[in-house]
T-cell receptor, first 113, second 115 residues
Framework: DSGVTQTPKHLITATGQRVTLRCSPRSGDLSVYWYQQSLDQGLQFLIQYYNGEERAKGNILERFSAQQFPDLHSELNLSSLELGDSALYFC????????????FGSGTRLTVV | AQTVTQSQPEMSVQEAETVTLSCTYDTSENNYYLFWYKQPPSRQMILVIRQEAYKQQNATENRFSVNFQKAAKSFSLKISDSQLGDTAMYFCAFSHSGNTGKLIFGQGTTLQVKP
């Protein structure tokens, strides 16, 4: 157990639907990052939150949004889902600047059918 | 913009032998951090090793070591005495020290350790 908890582990949904992925960071970490990994691809940075505020944004689609709550857990909302959104979505957490690396969750496997 | 390139999509090595995975990066910054992550078939991302750019000494973690060449912007990973459990995808990653902490990943190298 890495200390970062992601739920659910697997999700199958239809095109056009909306889903919410949840992440609880490791105890003491204030930064949460979301990454998307398509099949056999590298990790694409989506968005970062630090202590409830958006800190950095990557190639995140307008159909996607995220937030970090006062208890520091984060949610990634994916709407109007398309087949191409099928991927492994990782949440990671770190201290303030992540200079010692991230701790990753085990990911949520999203399949859009 | 910073980029990370891993030019070897796939590699294989015999058990107990040594293998080196290559990584190059592009940045105009002077202070930054480099990482190698391992992703086994379970898909869990595991930090293998970390290097601070301002340190000339190459980082070492047990059987894993790096060859950090700052001028060449090269950061290779050497795995000694390869074990079957080393079979995984390996990602090189970069983070600028003045940044938010965002990690930029390479495309990965799939390593197969053969018995």
């Amino acid at each position: 157990d890495s200390g970062v908890t992601q739920t659910p582990k697997h999700l199958i949904t239809a095109t056009g639907q909306r889903v919410t992925l949840r992440c609880s960071p490791r105890s003491g970490d204030l930064s949460v990052y979301w990454y998307q990994q398509s099949l056999d691809q590298g990790l694409q940075f989506l968005i970062q939150y630090y202590n409830g505020e958006e800190r950095a944004k990557g190639n995140i689609l307008e159909r996607f949004s995220a937030q970090q709550f006062p208890d520091l857990h984060s949610e990634l909302n994916l709407s109007s889902l398309e087949l191409g959104d099928s991927a492994l979505y990782f949440c990671a957490s770190s201290d303030h600047r992540g200079l010692f690396g991230y701790t990753f969750g085990s990911g949520t496997r999203l399949t859009v059918v | 913009a910073q980029t990370v390139t891993q030019s070897q999509p796939e590699m294989s090595v015999q058990e107990a032998e040594t293998v080196t995975l290559s990584c190059t990066y592009d940045t105009s910054e002077n202070n930054y951090y480099l990482f190698w992550y391992k992703q086994p078939p379970s898909r869990q991302m595991i930090l293998v090793i970390r290097q601070e750019a301002y340190k000339q000494q190459n980082a070492t973690e047990n059987r894993f070591s790096v060859n950090f060449q700052k001028a060449a912007k090269s950061f290779s990973l050497k795995i000694s005495d390869s074990q079957l459990g080393d079979t995984a995808m390996y990602f090189c990653a970069f983070s600028h020290s003045g940044n938010t902490g965002k990690l930029i990943f390479g495309q990965g190298t799939t390593l197969q350790v053969k018995p």
